[in-house]
């Protein structure tokens, strides 16, 4: 019989990787609807890259790691002034607003708020499965 501290611990972990893997893929969703729209193709290497997946999710200690990752010219696409210091006339936010927004408004709150809704459920689940079997 696993413990009760063990579960809890497998279920956070559980439930994070959960959370940073949805979160991952709206991110690339976002990304991916983002460059075939706005940005103008020239070797595709962009969304290859971004079609791909390209993220691990990895349990670590009591919750996950999510690894993300990017081809290096990506952050210099999200600038919105050209090396020259002249502002782009056709700019569209590929990297920061896409990541930071889905990181803010979906998964901080998620893993803040959304495990004790999880654990609950959890617990109901376990107790009336309990209960029918006394039955």
Known sequence: MISQKHQKTLLHRKFTANVLAESAESILKEQTATAKTYIPRRSGDLL??????????????????????????????DMKKTPKGRKKKNYHAL?????????????????????????????????????????
Do not use: C, D, H, M
Request: overall charge positive; hydrophobic content about 35%.
């Open 48 to 77: 290859v890259k971004l079609q791909s997946r390209p993220f691990t999710v990895v349990p670590s200690g009591s919750g996950a790691v999510l690894t993300l990752e990017y081809l290096k010219y990506t952050r210099f696409l």
């Open 95 to 135: 990297y920061n607003k896409i990541f930071y927004g889905t990181i803010y408004g979906y998964t901080y709150n998620a893993l803040r708020y959304g495990l004790t809704g999880a654990v609950r459920e959890e617990i109901f689940s376990t107790l009336r499965k309990s209960y029918e079997k006394g039955l």
